[in-house]
Nanobody
Framework: QVQLVESGGDLVQPGGSLRLSCAAS????????IGWFRQVPGKEREGISC????????FYADSVKGRFTISRDNATNTVYLQMNSLKFEDTAIYYC???????????????????WGQGTQVAVSS
């Protein structure tokens, strides 16, 4: 069974940094992509980044470009999201998810992702 488990969320001051982890299990094929999403209560879920497990291509939404970096560790089957220069508006629940094909070349859409973790809370506050 495919499982995705997020961790690393915390309370952090503006300008600070966090690294989120997405531990994946239940599959070994590289014919997929992993995406990161975030959601504030009452608002639509926003796709912010993805990485292809096949060719390592990455994509970032304008809202996080230049501040966040996605990476992966094949040995542990883990995808990371390094978040720097955090802002108040980065406060959200962050989710990782798996896309059923390896493409990662443009905007990250919720409907393209089939398996989801349960989320980890990030709060940016002074």
């Amino acid at each position: 069974q495919v499982q995705l488990v997020e961790s690393g969320g915390d309370l952090v001051q503006p300008g600070g940094s966090l690294r989120l982890s997405c531990a994946a299990s239940g599959f070994t094929s590289n014919n997929y992509a992993i995406g990161w999403f975030r959601q504030v209560p009452g608002k639509e879920r926003e796709g912010i980044s993805c990485i292809s497990l096949f060719d390592s291509n990455t994509f970032y939404a304008d809202s996080v470009k230049g501040r966040f970096t996605i990476s992966r560790d094949n040995a542990t089957n883990t995808v990371y999201l390094q978040m720097n220069s955090l802002k108040f508006e980065d406060t959200a629940i962050y989710y990782c998810a798996r896309r059923g094909i390896w493409y990662c070349s443009g905007p990250v859409y919720e409907y393209e992702y089939e398996y989801w973790g349960q989320g980890t809370q990030v709060a940016v506050s002074s």
